[in-house]
């Protein structure tokens, strides 16, 4: 284990000693309790690193690769989310469990890069009062409950990013499209059509391809249909990661292992290969028989995106929105009105009735 405190992600007001919290629209950490502002002062940018993918999965990161921080554990949906020593959370971020037990230090890879809020609070909760407002069949109990609702809180969540060169040889088919006259009897006369056919042939190539971050989302505690939807992220505004800009914000800690988030990546670097031979094969049909893809420099970035996020209780059920923290984009878990739905469809009925009646009247 490592020895010494956990990170401090405290920025203390050097007017006041409040906590100073990091504000996206100047790139400063201000103090909500006097109004103080702090320039960050940051040296020139540096490159973000890549680790290499070998080393971590024998264990042979260096120390200065490595972080321990103190995690609260949610027994629900089993986020796992920073906080600082003297805060007791009394409810989960993700799902609004009201009781989320500490799990004390956690060692892991430390991030090396992340995406600074660009969205403020207030925006990302326009955005969801807007994007709640779009759901006509949204309860009604819903919408105000979450319009006077707590703030959102932002949160970085955790991911993976993977480089790695790759040469694929493959073996398929491609197909020519010709075309055939026949004669066939139609409604007791003959006629002339075209019939298409497809000439193959066997084919055989090499394919290679350099992927540059591939994005895997590494947290289980959101339905990943939510996060995917969040997506484009602009990964070149990735700066290198400074605990300066976590403050006023939690992370959260990854769950999915680095060689699981790999299989992932590969899953879908694979996609992107079969897309390549198909180009490559050419003509007018492809089939793939075989590719075996040899895989080179497997490289690595912990990265941590920023979400705003808001997860409410409603009679009994959890809902919960999340905002692109860089694009304002909103997505959430669509919630649906019983007697909405009733109303339309009843609507919906007495029209097509008062239809019928006025055709039947005009027969």
Request: a neutral charge; charged letters at 25%; proline letters at 6%.
């Amino acid at each position: 284990m490592m020895d010494g405190p956990a990170p401090d992600h405290r920025f203390p007001c050097g007017a006041c000693g409040s906590d100073m919290r990091f504000d996206p629209g100047t790139g400063n950490l201000v103090c909500d309790h006097c109004g103080n502002t702090e320039t960050l002062d940051r040296d020139a940018p540096s490159a973000i690193a890549e680790r290499d993918f070998r080393d971590a999965i024998e264990a042979r990161l260096p120390d200065t690769a490595m972080e321990e921080t103190r995690v609260s554990r949610c027994p629900n949906c089993g986020a796992e989310v920073a906080f600082d020593p003297e805060i007791h959370a009394t409810e989960c971020p993700f799902c609004a469990t009201p009781v989320v037990t500490d799990t004390g230090a956690h060692r892991h890879i430390k991030p090396q890069a992340l995406l600074p809020f660009a969205v403020d609070e207030a925006a990302a909760r326009q955005g969801m009062k807007d994007w709640l407002g779009s759901l006509w069949f949204a309860p009604n109990g819903l919408k105000d409950y979450a319009r006077k609702g707590r703030r959102m809180q932002g949160i970085y969540v955790p991911y993976w990013t993977f480089d790695a060169d790759t040469a694929s040889r493959y073996s398929g088919q491609r197909g020519t499209v010709y075309y055939e006259t026949r004669t066939v009897m139609r409604d007791g006369k003959r006629q002339t059509v075209r019939v298409q056919k497809v000439r193959w042939r066997a084919v055989s190539g090499r394919v290679a391809r350099f992927f540059d971050d591939v994005l895997v989302l590494a947290s289980t505690s959101l339905p990943k249909g939510h996060t995917d939807a969040l997506e484009p992220w602009d990964l070149s505004a990735l700066v290198p990661y400074s605990p300066d800009f976590l403050a006023g914000f939690r992370a959260e800690g990854y769950q999915v292992p680095l060689e699981d988030g790999f299989g992932t990546a590969r899953t879908r670097m694979d996609a992107q290969i079969a897309h390549d031979v198909r180009f490559d094969i050419g003509g007018d049909r492809q089939r793939i028989d075989r590719i075996d893809t040899d895989i080179s420099d497997v490289t690595f970035k912990h990265v941590l995106l920023p979400v705003w996020l808001a997860a409410y209780r409603f009679r009994g059920k959890s809902y919960r929105f999340v905002v692109n923290g860089q694009t304002g984009r909103v997505q959430g878990e669509r919630p649906w009105s019983a007697w909405k739905i009733a109303l339309a469809v009843g609507a919906g009925l007495i029209l097509a009735a008062v239809l019928g009646y006025v055709y039947a009247l005009n027969g």
